[in-house]
């Protein structure tokens, strides 16, 4: 059907072997089964030292919503195998129908701050569910937090100026404009020019004017008059579409016209050329005029190493407006979270850890029933601690590098820590309300300037400490020599 919406068919947002997985386990009976998974990346974005976790409530949101209406039913059941039989049985769809996801998720705050290798979300409950809510959860985190990230960076490369997110016709796709602007509001940006995520988001819209507008009259001065007009209590004048500087002293002129009628013009926006340059000149014709108030807007291909080299250069730039680099996380297109089965129990059972072994170390999982201890000292973050929840370490405790288990490190008894997932989700009902997008918002700024300063650089960050915790680390060794073949 064309122009279908994932909002109206949320149990199809899922990979088609996630669907024949699900009917393995109904007609194998391993849907009695009860599994853990966990949700991890392996590398930070963008050459980055750190990730802003984004992403969960709208996540949650479409867990909770998952159904497999009429419409989608029929689309299943007309499915078919290589040899022409229908791909899903008849009864496994009847069942399909009332399904709802009844497991557990526990997860790290949105705008947290997040490293390679632990776990942030961690899935609990019938293989089915758990199965399921895989690819939608994987889709929806993975484009926020790398969006998240990006955003951050920016706003760290602005240096406190108000960045605004520009990119909704740059983004990918409707749905990816709205994601992005979420995401980049998380991640520090103070407003969005996409009115819809305004609407839905509670995010500050902003915005100035196109060059079509001032193409549209006889000359530029006009198009700043009739624009000051219709918005004498919102203009910034576009000035660079024909040449910049003679349209700075065309918006002056408005400014001066607008300011006798009782108003005062915002500033102006240079949206090409060299901003450093024709900033500080604009800046200074600004202040000549009267209007030391105004501010400079900055776009064009924005990303944080251009602000940062601006900055350097001493630009002029009050506000910078960032679009495509941004929405689309320019430089790394996903993020490359994976989620990963670590532990499964009939009925009441023991837990038994499942691990995933691979030529590439980097790829081989943790077993068990994951949790994750953040710990701080004198309000900085010191470590990030993996660990089996069954058996949660106590006392003085250390955390082993998997990637080099000569690394360690050491937290004594007295060392201060947090519970990073925390109880989002039981029996498929949502746990209380996620906190305000604003909230969220501040967490990720709160959060990113705990960092050391050369955990947060650009150029080489120093990698901040996440390892497993002894015993889980020694347990997981011993699984891999078994899964190898290998005597100890």
């Known amino acids: ?188 940006c103070s407003a969005t020019s996409n009115t819809l995520a305004a609407r839905a988001f509670g995010i500050p819209a902003a915005g100035t004017h196109a060059h079509s507008w001032v193409m549209a009259f006889r000359s530029e001065q006009e198009a700043f008059d009739e624009y000051a007009k219709a918005l004498p209590n919102n203009c910034t004048f576009l000035v660079d579409t024909y040449d910049t500087l003679r349209g700075v002293e065309r918006a002056i002129s408005t400014g001066l016209r607008l300011r006798e009628s009782g108003h005062e013009m915002l500033g102006i926006r240079i949206d090409s050329g060299d901003l450093a340059w024709l900033s500080i000149r604009a800046r200074k014709m600004l202040d000549d005029a009267g209007f030391p108030d105004a501010h400079i807007v900055a776009s064009n291909e924005l990303d944080e190493h251009l602000i940062g080299s601006l900055k350097e250069q001493g630009a002029a730039i009050d506000v910078w407006g960032v679009g495509t680099k941004l929405v689309t996380a320019h430089d790394q297109p996903a993020l490359g979270g994976v989620y990963k089965l670590s532990a499964i129990r009939e009925s009441d059972a023991a837990w038994e850890p499942k691990l995933k072994v691979s030529e590439q170390t980097a790829k081989i999982t943790v077993p068990g029933r994951l949790g994750v201890r953040r710990f701080e000292d004198s309000g900085k973050l010191v470590g990030d601690m993996v660990y089996e929840i069954d058996s949660p370490p106590s006392g003085d405790t250390v955390m082993v590098d998997p990637a080099d288990p000569t690394r360690r490190k050491s937290f004594d008894v007295l060392t201060s820590f947090r519970e990073l997932l925390e109880p989002v989700m039981r029996s498929g009902k949502l746990q209380g309300r996620q906190p305000e997008l604003a909230a969220v918002r501040r967490r990720a700024t709160e959060e990113v300037s705990t960092l050391d300063a050369t955990q947060t650089r650009f150029l080489n960050p120093h990698s901040y400490p996440v390892g497993l915790e002894r015993s889980l680390h020694d347990s997981r060794m011993a699984l891999i020599l078994k899964e190898r073949g290998v005597e100890e």
């Open 1 to 188: 059907m064309e122009g279908l919406s994932w909002c109206s068919s949320p149990g199809l947002l899922t990979d088609l072997y996630q669907l024949t997985m699900a009917q393995g386990y109904w007609s194998s009976g391993a849907s009695r089964l009860e599994a853990s998974f966990y949700m991890s990346f392996r590398e930070n974005p963008f050459g980055g030292g750190y990730s802003v976790f984004a992403g969960l409530e709208p996540a949650l949101t479409h867990i909770q919503a998952l159904r497999f209406g009429p419409e989608d039913l029929a689309f299943l059941a007309g499915q078919h195998a290589v040899d022409g039989t229908p791909l899903f049985a008849e009864e496994f769809l009847k069942w399909l129908a009332g399904f709802r996801f009844s497991g557990d998720v526990d997860a790290v705050a949105e705008g947290s701050v997040v490293f390679p290798g632990e776990p942030v979300v961690r899935v609990t409950g019938p293989m089915i569910d758990c199965q399921l809510v895989e690819t939608a959860l994987l889709n929806v985190v993975n484009f926020q937090t790398l969006v998240a990230t990006k955003a951050s960076r920016v706003c760290r490369a602005a240096q406190g100026d108000p960045v605004v997110e520009f990119g909704l016709r740059r983004a990918q796709g409707p749905d990816g404009g709205l994601s992005a602007s979420r995401a980049a509001y998380i991640g520090g």
